[in-house]
Every structure is written in structure tokens, then in C-alpha cells.
């Protein structure tokens, strides 16, 4: 594959790109973020830390960073982070070598205080009215009841035979 069918391939929308604010980490976001985030995992060691926080640019310049990516390191867009192909895992250390903990951080993403956004995953997190897409185009999409995981069990109970009635008709079967 050529350098330029590789960037139209990931060019190309998926279905998954129209769900607003999320960056899904797929195959093609790992290949672009992969030195975004081999210097976010590099924050692991006490040393790099160190390094970092003494001259960021500087210690930047180890990576084969897009401009982009450094751009969001230094300016410490964690939204911007995940589409430049940033792990929201990886990306979380670059939080904590600031002393931020992972809620902190998905209260920036979220344009919301730390205060407010622990509220809200405590009541259940976002609605998912007005999130569904960005072109609208699921907007009077009505999601599917959910099944208790009593009634999970119930159906798959009378839909299949647990294996105590496996071994029933087994031992009772004419082959030895």
C-alpha cells in the first residue's frame, strides 16, 4: 500500500466518527498517535518526569511528534490528544505528571468542573438526548429496551439446555 492509499484510507469516515465528542482508539488513531503515546508511557519512570517537567519542548524533541501532537502536549488539549491518536490511558500520565487525577482531566474534557462532572457521572452520566450524532442523522433513533439480566438468564434458560441436560441425554444415549 502507497503512502497516499494509506491516507485515503484513513481519511475515510466511519459510522463511529459521527458520535460527538468521542475519538474512538482504532487501529488507524494507534498508528498516527503511536509516539504521542510512547511519550506518555515514557512518564512512567520517575527520570522522564523529571526531565519533562525541567524542559517540556525539550524533552518533546525525543519523539517523532506531528506538530499537531505537540501543539496539544503542550498546551494540555487531552481532547485534542485523543484525535491525534492519543490512548486516553496513556494520555491520563501526562495528567498525573502534572498532579491531576483521571477525573480532573475528564473535567476539562468535558468543559465541566470536577465538582459538576462527578455529579453528573453520579446521576448516571450524559444523556444520550442531542448526543447521538453529529449530522443528526440518528436523532429520532429511539433506543432499544434494555433486558434486566434476569430476563437475560430467563430467555437463554428456555432457549438452550444448560449442561446438566447435556450430560443427562449423554448418559442416557445407546453409545458407550
Known amino acids: 500500500m502507497t503512502a497516499a492509499e494509506a491516507s485515503a484510507k484513513e481519511a475515510k469516515e466511519k459510522e463511529y466518527d459521527d458520535i ?6 482504532d487501529a488507524d488513531r494507534s498508528r498516527r498517535g503511536y509516539h504521542l503515546n510512547m511519550f506518555c508511557m515514557s512518564l512512567m519512570k520517575a527520570e522522564n518526569r523529571r526531565a519533562f517537567k525541567e524542559n ?19 498546551t494540555r488539549d487531552y481532547n485534542r490528544m485523543l484525535e491525534l491518536g492519543g490512548n486516553i490511558y496513556f494520555t491520563a500520565k501526562l495528567g498525573a505528571t502534572d498532579g491531576h487525577s483521571f477525573q480532573h482531566i475528564a473535567a476539562i474534557m468535558t468543559g465541566s468542573t470536577q465538582e459538576d462532572y462527578a455529579k453528573m457521572m453520579l446521576a448516571g452520566g450524559r444523556s444520550i438526548e442531542g448526543n447521538r450524532s453529529k449530522s443528526g442523522r440518528d436523532a429520532a433513533a429511539k433506543p432499544a429496551p434494555r433486558r434486566t439480566a434476569a430476563k437475560s438468564a430467563k430467555t437463554r434458560a428456555k432457549s438452550s439446555p444448560g449442561p446438566t441436560a447435556k450430560r443427562a441425554k449423554k448418559a442416557g444415549s445407546k453409545r458407550g
Open 56 to 74: 517540556e519542548a525539550s524533552y518533546l524533541d525525543r519523539f517523532a511528534l506531528t506538530p499537531e501532537q505537540r501543539e496539544a502536549i503542550l
Open 20 to 25: 460527538p465528542g468521542t475519538f474512538v482508539f
